[in-house]
């Protein structure tokens, strides 16, 4: 039997024991997160993390681990521009590592990023975007952070707290994600959503055992 067949076999029969406390999901990239529960649909995986549900492909998934087995992640490391992101965090009430990993995914930390929509600087503001918050220079850092952060904030608020579909309309734009009423079924938005809930699920502490 060819190796995938092998792992193929260990996955399904992960997904089909039975579960009586958290796991961790061990991804093929390397990522490790826990997750309260999970269901197999035909090629794909659903992993409920903390903030929603992760939608990855079987293929991604290495195994599962029992909690008690799990070796910790060390610590994420210290990014760029945190008293700006802390501050920006705190003033609007949007988590730091969430802020974090929306400014990994969309210019991994660099302020003079410009993608070829025109979106600019840290959190790749649309110019109209800039214009609504009055940011005179997009590639100002604290400009940047603080308007970025308050429109997730304004997503977060207009979907109800539903991180999913912030993130898709962070994305794609809010139009889309209620003309699709969820995400869009566009592969950029979908695989964006996914890794930033990924990575923020791997950034957050286990829930202990009671």
Same mark, same amino acid.
């Given at each position: 039997?060819? +190796? ?7 996955? !399904? #029969? ?29 090629? +794909? ?20 681990? =029992? ?9 994420? %490391?210290? #990014? =760029? &521009? ?17 802020? *974090? ?18 979106? !600019? ?37 207009? &979907?109800?707290?539903?991180? *999913? ?8 734009? %809010? ?8 995400? %869009? ?6 695989? &964006? ?14 829930? %202990? *055992?009671?």
């Amino acid at each position: 039997m060819r +190796r995938g067949a092998i792992c193929g076999v260990v996955v !399904l #029969a992960a997904l089909a024991a039975p579960r009586a406390r958290a796991d961790y999901a061990v991804l093929r990239s390397g990522v490790r997160l826990h997750v309260a529960g999970y269901e197999r649909k035909g090629d +794909r995986v659903l992993l409920a993390v903390t903030g929603g549900m992760v939608d990855i492909a079987a293929s991604d998934l290495a195994s599962i681990e =029992p909690e008690d087995t799990f070796q910790a992640l060390p610590a994420a %490391p210290q #990014a =760029p &521009y945190g008293d700006l992101v802390r501050a920006a965090a705190q003033k609007h009430g949007v988590d730091e590592k969430l802020i *974090r990993r929306v400014i990994a995914a969309e210019s991994n930390f660099n302020p003079q990023a410009v993608s070829r929509k025109q979106a !600019l600087g840290l959190m790749q503001l649309l110019p109209k975007t800039a214009a609504h918050y009055a940011v005179a220079n997009a590639f100002d850092p604290a400009a940047n952070i603080d308007a970025g952060t308050r429109y997730l904030k304004e997503l977060l608020d207009r &979907y109800r707290g539903d991180l *999913r579909l912030a993130l898709a309309a962070y994305n794609a734009g %809010p139009e889309m994600v209620d003309r699709y009423g969820g995400v %869009p079924p566009f592969r950029e938005t979908r695989n &964006y959503v996914q890794q930033i809930l990924a990575a923020v699920a791997a950034d957050s502490p286990a829930t %202990p *055992r009671r």
